[in-house]
């Protein structure tokens, strides 16, 4: 490997795949150019939002290395069901800079209750496995990304 090509910790991202829940090593300047996961070969970026359990919120919030923008849902939700293309929208345009994710409260109360989830749906953003913003109420796609961009920037800020 030459200096060109080697690889330093601060040139790659951990990215856990939507399919196996496999923590993969990115670089960076990767991110956009469709990468596969390495055990199950399916691509680490779908454009559309990844159902979690508790298992699975763990892999992608506390060892992903990308922001995820959460949306706690239940499918009784009116407002919720309403806005689930708007957020599926916005995965297509914020991936692969975020990762969009789907918490079903009914089916992980232990998720909502942990993070006093009182409204749905509610977005909430993470960043390094730290809640970093909320948002209650449902949104348009364009609100959505705005949102996301702005949450982004304040705690890049600080």
């Known amino acids: 490997m030459t200096a060109a090509t080697a690889t330093t910790p601060a040139d790659s991202l951990h990215v856990v795949c939507p399919h196996c829940q496999t923590t993969n090593r990115v670089r960076a300047a990767q991110l956009g150019s469709a990468p596969d996961c390495g055990q199950c070969h399916q691509p680490l970026f779908t454009g559309h939002p990844v159902a979690l359990d508790a298992a699975a919120f763990e892999r992608h919030v506390g060892r992903g290395q990308l922001p995820v923008l959460v949306d706690f849902w239940a499918p009784w939700c009116g407002p919720c ?36 989830i009182r409204s749905i749906p509610t977005l909430a953003l993470f960043i390094g496995g730290r809640e970093v913003a909320r948002q209650p109420g449902a949104m348009g796609a364009a609100d959505i990304v705005r949102w996301t961009q702005q949450a982004l920037a304040r705690a890049a800020a600080v």
């Open 81 to 116: 069901r309403q806005m689930a293309p708007a957020f599926e929208q916005a995965a297509r345009t914020l991936e692969p800079q975020v990762r969009l994710a789907k918490v079903d409260t009914e089916a992980q109360p232990g998720l909502g209750a942990r993070f006093n």
